[in-house]
């Protein structure tokens, strides 16, 4: 019980200081989100100057807090997080952030979570039989793979791209459905449904490609670990058969490190893949991290950090009183 009181005390210290930088950070970069928006509001004017109703709606929505004190624009912050409010984005404005994150947040779930379950399966299934047959030709796999994952993760991509799309015209080049198709946007219907599996394709092989290795590699290495335990040692000498023992002796073992890794993968998900979704132009929420940054829309950018962190946060409190749950000497270390 104390291990599992420390774990939740300090990720609760943890949450609170996230959040705060969170708030912090965004205030000390340079720029004005109230003088972007006006500026982009009078380029779509032609340059002429905008009314004083227009400037005291922008002013109020964004810049508001600007009379106010730091502590007071503190506790409005966390009033206005508690509620669900985000703010508004600047660069697609009066949509609130809330709906620009929730629109986004299934694309990227459903791409890089599939994608980081695929390339931990193979990678620890292939990492299983390789470990238990070390020393011989399967080793060789190891080398193709750790290269595959050392190749640029963005070079990687337009590669699949030039050769999968533009060449070959096997998949699509970018978007997560088909635009012609679809004009109206998602829709629910198997039709679109097909559309978006097809155009998820491309990203998703990049993502396991480059990411299988990792997996792949850790297992072999505590695999070939696991296999000089006793308790291995011992099951060979009882006679049980070669499969039961790499699978439920060895393999099961060993798997456990990387079940705490692929927990914080897990929690990284919400992340999304920023390289990837740029490249193939993926409706996530990496990319809309991106158009943040480049329209300096800091409410959007601010509310993106905060998902992600909370996310990354929950997805490690989880696997910490999993993992100690299913090796007692976890707790009794922590």
Same mark, same amino acid.
Do not use: C
């Given at each position: 019980?104390?291990?599992?009181?420390?774990?939740?005390?300090?990720?609760?210290?943890?949450?609170?200081?996230?959040?705060?930088?969170?708030?912090?950070?965004?205030?000390?970069?340079?720029?004005?989100?109230?003088?972007?928006?006006?500026?982009?509001?009078?380029?779509?004017?032609?340059?002429?100057?905008?009314?004083?109703?227009?400037?005291?709606?922008?002013?109020?929505?964004?810049?508001?807090?600007?009379?106010?004190?730091?502590?007071?624009?503190?506790?409005?912050?966390?009033?206005?997080?508690?509620?669900?409010?985000?703010g508004v984005s600047s660069t697609r404005y009066p949509v609130p952030v809330s709906e620009l994150i929730a629109g986004a947040l299934p694309w990227t779930v459903v791409l890089v979570g599939v994608?980081?379950?695929?390339?931990?399966?193979?990678?620890?299934?292939?990492?299983?039989?390789?470990?238990?047959?070390?020393?011989?030709?399967?080793?060789?796999?190891?080398?193709?793979?750790?290269?595959? $994952?050392?190749?640029?993760?963005?070079?990687? @991509? /337009?590669?699949?791209?030039?050769? %999968?799309?533009?060449? +070959?015209?096997? *998949?699509?080049?970018?978007?997560?459905?088909?635009?012609?198709?679809?004009?109206?946007?998602?829709?629910?219907?198997?039709?679109?449904?097909?559309?978006?599996?097809v155009h998820a394709i491309l990203p998703a092989v990049t993502i396991v490609v480059s990411s299988v290795g990792g997996w792949l590699l850790g297992m072999r290495n505590m695999m070939v670990q696991?296999?000089?335990?006793?308790?291995?040692?011992?099951?060979?000498?009882?006679?049980?058969?070669?499969?039961?023992?790499?699978?439920?002796?060895?393999?099961?073992?060993?798997?456990?490190?990387?079940?705490?890794?692929?927990?914080?993968?897990?929690?990284?998900?919400?992340?999304?893949?920023?390289?990837?979704?740029?490249?193939?132009?993926?409706?996530?929420?990496?990319?809309?991290?991106? $158009?943040?940054?480049?329209?300096?829309?800091? @409410? /959007?950018?601010?509310?993106?950090? %905060?998902?992600?962190? +909370?996310?990354? *946060?929950?997805?490690?409190?989880?696997?910490?009183?999993?993992?100690?749950?299913?090796?007692?000497?976890?707790?009794?270390?922590?």
């Amino acid at each position: 019980m104390n291990f599992y009181v420390r774990r939740i005390g300090f990720y609760l210290i943890t949450l609170w200081a996230a959040i705060s930088l969170n708030f912090f950070l965004p205030r000390m970069l340079p720029g004005d989100p109230v003088a972007v928006m006006l500026g982009k509001l009078r380029r779509a004017n032609g340059g002429r100057p905008l009314s004083e109703e227009t400037i005291a709606t922008i002013t109020s929505i964004l810049g508001a807090e600007k009379d106010t004190t730091m502590w007071d624009q503190y506790l409005a912050y966390w009033g206005r997080m508690l509620q669900g409010d985000l703010g508004v984005s600047s660069t697609r404005y009066p949509v609130p952030v809330s709906e620009l994150i929730a629109g986004a947040l299934p694309w990227t779930v459903v791409l890089v979570g599939v994608a980081t379950i695929l390339s931990f399966v193979i990678g620890i299934a292939a990492g299983a039989w390789i470990g238990w047959r070390r020393g011989t030709w399967v080793d060789h796999i190891v080398p193709a793979t750790t290269f595959l $994952q050392s190749i640029p993760y963005f070079w990687l @991509a /337009l590669v699949l791209v030039a050769v %999968l799309s533009v060449q +070959l015209g096997l *998949l699509p080049v970018f978007g997560g459905y088909s635009v012609f198709e679809f004009p109206g946007g998602p829709e629910l219907s198997w039709s679109f449904l097909g559309s978006a599996v097809v155009h998820a394709i491309l990203p998703a092989v990049t993502i396991v490609v480059s990411s299988v290795g990792g997996w792949l590699l850790g297992m072999r290495n505590m695999m070939v670990q696991t296999m000089s335990e006793d308790y291995v040692v011992t099951a060979e000498a009882k006679g049980l058969t070669p499969s039961r023992i790499r699978a439920r002796y060895a393999a099961r073992n060993a798997a456990i490190p990387s079940l705490a890794g692929f927990g914080i993968a897990l929690g990284f998900v919400v992340a999304g893949s920023i390289v990837t979704e740029q490249v193939f132009s993926y409706p996530g929420i990496g990319k809309l991290m991106i $158009q943040a940054v480049q329209g300096l829309d800091y @409410a /959007l950018m601010q509310g993106v950090f %905060l998902v992600i962190t +909370l996310t990354v *946060l929950a997805a490690n409190f989880v696997m910490e009183l999993i993992y100690g749950f299913i090796d007692p000497r976890v707790r009794h270390r922590g």
